[in-house]
């Protein structure tokens, strides 16, 4: 398979300062953020707090790139139009989050939003395949939900080749989220994903008065993820 699709780097904003998001996220954007992703948990479906409609709408103005809306809450359907409403680009919900996901991503689709959907690390690749058609992006996450900083599952690696061959033609972004970093980008680049949330490995030693950190931080990790394109490609 050639990969010519570019590798997006979404930096999680969980790790950023959480008195002064305005001015982090324009950090990570001068510094070459392609999209925002924005952790939305709940203390029922993961055991942390983060972020309601409100807080997601005074993010907004402040984000130039994509604002990517990850959903770790359920009840997921009451709260969509919310999310909508708050200005996200993308909403993606979990599969685990209610038994009803077609339901679901109907709903975000008549919003007239981009869906997503994403499957925690013990769910089965067969839990998405007959809402394919329906998203724009498949989110595998590599860790367990909840808190940023926690260690890449290896096992998650055989789930993104899976769902990379069950997309196939479609025009689906297939997202990873959790222990992304210079180590991990190549091995789930080479196993076919193509957008790459990150938060601990792009704030680490950085802030607003040292924004080029967070730069050399998202250069590292799209440098390593390159690696896994070119090994893929069968140049190496
Ligand atoms: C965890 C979130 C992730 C998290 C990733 O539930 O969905 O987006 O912030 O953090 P790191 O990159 O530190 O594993
Ligand atoms: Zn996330």
């Given amino acids: ?6 590798i997006k780097i979404a930096p999680s904003i969980l790790s950023a300062d959480f008195a002064n998001f305005g001015a982090e996220i324009r950090a990570i954007e001068n510094q070459g953020a392609d999209w925002i992703h924005v952790d939305v948990m ?6 942390n707090l983060t972020f309601g409609p409100a807080a997601v709408k005074s993010f907004r103005p402040h984000v ?23 200005g996200a680009d993308l909403i993606t919900a979990h599969v685990e989050a209610g038994p009803h996901i077609h339901r679901t ?13 994403s499957l925690n690390p013990a769910t089965s690749v067969e839990s998405v395949r007959h809402v394919l058609d329906m998203v ?3 989110l595998v996450m590599t860790i367990n939900p909840g808190f940023g900083g926690q260690d890449f599952i290896p096992s998650c690696i055989d789930k993104i080749r899976c769902i990379r061959e069950m997309i196939a033609d479609r025009p689906v972004y297939l997202q990873v989220d959790g222990g992304i970093n210079g180590h991990t980008a190549a091995q789930v680049v080479r196993a076919g994903a193509d957008v790459l949330v990150a938060g601990s490995a792009v704030f680490a030693g950085g802030s607003v008065d040292a ?4 730069g050399n931080n998202i250069r590292h990790i799209r440098a390593e993820a390159a690696k896994g394109m070119i090994a893929e490609s069968g140049e190496f």
């Fill in 1 to 6: 398979m050639t990969f010519d699709r570019p």
């Fill in 42 to 47: 709940d203390g029922h479906f993961v055991p």
């Fill in 64 to 86: 130039c790139t994509f604002m990517d809306v990850h959903l770790m809450i359920s009840p997921v359907d009451p709260y969509i139009e919310a999310y909508a409403n708050a």
């Fill in 105 to 117: 991503i109907q709903t975000i689709k008549a919003t007239g939003k981009m869906a997503g959907v």
């Fill in 136 to 138: 724009d992006l498949v």
């Fill in 211 to 214: 924004p080029e950190i967070y």
